[in-house]
């Protein structure tokens, strides 16, 4: 069933799914470009903030403070996108990370840790942006394609976030050719894609999706979320510092829309804790006192441990992205729930396959790996079932929510990471994220038990 009819269409003088292809096509391009910033930050951040702090206790500080400043950033930039529209919310977002890209770059020069995670803050304002173009993807898309339409945006950062961690070498080519430390040298491609991110966004972007879904909905009857004009009717109207406890409030009202935060927040922070401490675990596996004490791996001794940290993170965001599509036609064929339940079940696979073969680097990179496709899975079925779990009005402030809490538990899972790690270690880390994945299939499958018998009781 079409969303819009001929009429509606007629009246907005674009034909609305003429205006989905190209906005989803815009997005992709976007996210491919700025997914480098994001795969540097992950495969350099922890050495970086190592190496400027002078303490491996400060190894997640910097994805850390990455996540938590999207979590922060995230309900501001769905009430811009609520009064101006998605072009304008993406394009600060990205452009407030290409300033944190510089930042970084500063603080390679400067050696100032504190600089250091400034410039991790502003990158963190990326990701908030890059998480909410995937719901911009759906703003104008049919009922039976939100999946897909969502799914092939996610999908199209895995080129740049895949190479991102194979930039350190050639970055410190480049940084060196700048004049800059070369473990600065990602960056500087970060900051050049991220630049050419936000202008295809400020000039493709138009006519603005939600915006026009807004004229559509008004024309038609339904609860506009936006207009052109001013802010929007509903939750995603009210005052700003009630967003959260609105949004919240409307997440609340739907029992699909509580399960669906539950699996992308619980995903995104069990990949959030295991990713950010698995380069630390690498070096320490390959060069720290680890290496000399299991003879198990003694054939990884010799091998360039950022060579081994970059290949594990790029399969790792492989894994995240890559088979992106595939989720997204599982979703809209099989159905939300079902997929929901092959993420959770994967990532605990991931947990137990790293956990366990914690001294093979071979098994941690597939278990990094298999923890990418159950993050793709939870948090693409989790993400369609949100956004159409809660009223037209409501939903740019609830996605917003969701952004919010997906980067406290990321910020949660990350900074609590380096403690756990260094109390049960590598393999406890991954025990404590198995336990999480297998308590959100418990509710999973609860659920789907009660919708079975409310069914069948119907």
Known sequence: MKIFDAATAAGTALHPQRVQRRTVVVLSAAQLLSGVGGGASLSVGSLLAVQLSGSNAWAGSVTTTMTLAAAVAALPLAGLAGRRGRRAALVTGLLSAMTGALLVILATVTGLFPVLLLGAAMLGLGTAANLQARFAAVDLAVPEHRGRSLAVV?????????????????????????????????????????????????????????????????????????????????AAGRRRRHALRDGLRAAR??????????????????????????????????????????????????????????????????????????????????????????????????????????????????????????????????STLLAESVAAGDRVLVQGVSDTLMGVAGAVGSGFAGLVMSGVGYQGLNLVAAVVAAAVLALVVSAGHRRIAVSAGG
């Open 253 to 382: 009202s739907s029992p699909r829309a509580r399960l669906a935060l539950l699996a992308v927040v619980a995903a995104h922070g069990c990949m959030a804790a295991v990713m950010s401490m698995t380069p630390l675990h690498l070096q320490l596996l390959t060069e720290g006192p680890l290496a000399g004490h299991d003879p198990g791996h003694s054939h990884a001794a010799g091998t360039d441990v950022f060579v081994l940290i970059g290949f594990t993170i790029s399969l790792h965001i492989a894994g995240m992205y890559a088979l992106s599509p595939v989720m997204g036609w599982l979703t809209d064929t099989f159905g939300r729930l079902p997929v929901i339940l092959l993420g959770h079940g994967l990532i605990l696979l991931a947990a137990c396959v790293a956990g366990f073969g914690q001294a093979q680097p071979a098994l941690v990179t597939t278990g990094l790996v298999l923890l990418g496709l159950g993050w793709s899975a939870a948090t693409i079925a989790g």
């Open 154 to 234: 996610v999908w199209a950062v895995t080129v740049g976030a895949v190479a991102g961690p194979n930039l350190i070498q050639p970055g410190a080519v480049v940084g060196q050719a700048l004049g800059l430390p070369p473990i600065s040298g990602p960056f500087v491609f970060s900051t050049a894609g991220l630049a050419l991110a936000a202008l295809l966004l400020f000039l493709g972007l138009r006519p603005d999706p939600l915006l026009l879904a807004a004229r559509i909905r008004s024309g038609s009857g339904e609860p506009a979320a936006a207009t052109a004009d001013g802010p929007a009717k509903g």
